[in-house]
């Protein structure tokens, strides 16, 4: 299955149901949510990892018996709601603006999630699978981590990962809905959620210590938030909360924390019998762990290194 290019077909079919005066909009999504650069930009250039957009296809990997269309209406549940939840916490953290317009775009993006999730599992009154239910988890957490950045809060990691945890809430209903209409038990459901948990939360982890700095320009950096904790004072300014910051350790400490999560993913999706998905979650356990080393030797290698990396792609072999 061409993932990427199912997206893509996927989404496009979907705004040609939309109604004549959103179809426009709907197509322009990514860019109208600053996802793409330009109108014509697709989410399958937006979405950096294919787990990320199609974690039950990843899964399906391990149901032969599941039918093509059961796998691509949980592919289709779990990007819409990905992309709804994208959405969400921009508008929620005012990265972009509000409107009718949009908040009508989403809320049929919503619909069309929950409808495809009802195709695949027959009906959302379980606690992981219910659509309502995660969709309030992500609000919180999404509103939780505002209010710490507002309020310059000094948060430990539990605080930390719970919040990133809620804030992925939307993440799992369409993968456990595939493993429950497949057959499987509720100790292998459980299962793929938590092995989600922890490509999420790693994901999360890394993206937070590359991420940071530009974090800090909007002031919600959890890099700045975490290193907080093992001091009394505030920051003064963004150059004193950059000396905390790469004084610390915690980015080297974020990385071992991704890197653990990932090596957690792979042991689960490799019980599960989802190779690919644990093959990718071993990379990325390793290169969590070499960024690590990396980071302890020469504080900030690790932004630096990601700021360097489209330059260094340009180099020929």
């Not at 322009?28 to 949510?33: D, G, T």
């Not at 991420?211 to 907080?228: Q, Y």
């Not at 000396?243 to 990932?262: K, N, Q, T, W, Y």
Request: charged share 25%; with cysteine.
């Amino acid at each position: 299955m061409q993932l990427r290019q199912e997206l893509d077909e996927i989404y496009a079919a979907f705004c040609g149901t939309m109604p004549a005066e959103l179809r426009a909009a709907a197509r322009e999504l990514p860019h109208r949510l600053r996802m793409a650069p330009t109108p014509s930009g697709r989410w399958s250039e937006v979405f950096g990892q294919e787990v990320t957009f199609a974690a039950p296809a990843l899964f399906s990997q391990a149901m032969p018996q599941i039918s093509p269309a059961k796998v691509r209406d949980a592919v289709l549940a779990h990007a819409f709601a990905i992309i709804d939840a994208f959405g969400t916490d921009r508008i929620e953290d005012r990265q972009i603006q509000g409107s009718p317009e949009l908040d009508g775009i989403l809320r049929r993006v919503r619909q069309a999630s929950k409808g495809a999730l009802i195709r695949v599992v027959g009906n959302l009154a379980d606690e992981v699978t219910n659509y309502d239910r995660g969709h309030r988890a992500m609000l919180h957490a999404i509103r939780s981590e505002r209010r710490i950045m507002a309020d310059r809060e000094v948060v430990d990691f539990d605080v930390y990962e719970r919040i990133a945890v809620g804030k992925a809430a939307m993440g799992a209903p369409a993968s456990v809905a595939l493993a429950r209409a497949a057959g499987w038990n509720v100790a292998e459901c459980q299962a793929v959620a938590k092995t989600l948990d922890s490509i999420w939360l790693g994901l999360q982890c890394h993206d937070d210590v590359i991420d940071w700095e530009d974090d800090l320009k909007r002031d919600s950096a959890w890099a700045v938030r975490l290193a907080m904790s093992c001091r009394s004072d505030e920051p003064i300014g963004a150059s004193s909360a950059r000396e905390i910051v790469l004084g610390s350790g915690i980015l080297a400490a974020l990385l071992r924390r991704s890197g653990r999560h990932f090596r957690a993913a792979r042991k689960r999706a490799d019980a599960l019998g989802a190779r690919e998905l644990a093959t990718w979650a071993g990379k990325k356990e390793e290169h969590a762990h070499w960024l690590e080393q990396e980071e302890r030797r020469n504080s900030g290698y690790a932004v630096r290194l990601h700021a360097l990396s489209p330059w260094v792609a340009q180099i020929p072999s």
